[in-house]
């Protein structure tokens, strides 16, 4: 599994408040979830353009967050 180690914390404390976490693309998630998690860049390296997703997303009035992998 990519990013192992943010997924671990991220279930660890969702997981203690009680949050259902689906692992998948955010742009398929179903408009009814509270949030979305995107991971900057994906596991591939690939670099995308997220607005449209998240624009979608705040419509919906769905919580988006950004994780981002610094490389140098």
């Given at each position: 599994?990519?990013?192992?180690?943010?997924?671990?914390l991220?279930?660890?404390?969702?997981?203690?408040?009680?949050?259902?976490?689906?692992?998948?693309?955010?742009?398929?998630?179903p408009?009814?979830?509270?949030?979305?998690?995107?991971?900057?860049?994906?596991?591939?390296?690939?670099?995308?353009?997220?607005?449209?997703?998240?624009?979608?997303?705040?419509?919906?009035?769905?919580?988006?967050?950004?994780?981002?992998?610094?490389?140098?």
């Open positions: 599994m990519p990013f192992l180690k943010p997924n671990q991220l279930l660890t404390r969702a997981e203690a408040m009680g949050i259902n976490v689906v692992i998948g693309d955010p742009d398929q998630a408009e009814d979830c509270f949030a979305v998690l995107y991971q900057y860049p994906g596991a591939s390296g690939e670099i995308r353009d997220l607005t449209a997703g998240i624009r979608q997303h705040k419509e919906n009035g769905t919580l988006v967050g950004v994780s981002l992998i610094y490389l140098l």
